[in-house]
């Protein structure tokens, strides 16, 4: 079971398991997977971390993205992005948004609008 605590400080968020399956949630991603196919092995102490980065990808090569405060349309934007900009693929929400860091900045962006 320390095998586990350990996944489950890495993965970041919760661990469990059930009939030789273990599920696991992150902050990005959620699945599950054989436990035979788990090393109980030692985990690192500091996981490495790859950024996830997705770029605005607007119909309309003319009109720009809103970054937004929250996930809603009709919440305050802090500001609007054309298409090619690399956001930061922090989390990915119900309802079709994720959160995303530009810059500096971190907010609020449609996932149908990014690729």
Not at 77 to 102: D, F, H, M, P
Request: a positive charge; hydrophobic letters at 45%.
């Amino acid at each position: 079971m320390k095998e586990l605590r350990n996944l489950s400080r890495l993965m970041g968020e919760s661990v469990f398991c059930r009939g030789g399956w273990q599920s696991a949630r992150s902050r990005l991603a959620m699945g599950q997977m054989a436990i035979r196919l788990l090393s109980a092995g030692r985990l690192p102490s500091s996981p490495t971390w790859m950024p996830v980065f997705a770029a605005v990808n607007n119909p309309n090569p003319a009109d720009r993205l809103h970054l937004r405060v929250a996930a809603r349309t009709n919440a305050a934007s802090l500001g609007k992005y054309y298409n090619g900009v690399q956001a930061e693929v922090l989390e990915y929400l119900a309802g079709g948004w994720v959160k995303v860091r530009i810059g500096d900045t971190v907010g609020y962006m449609m996932a149908k609008y990014l690729k």
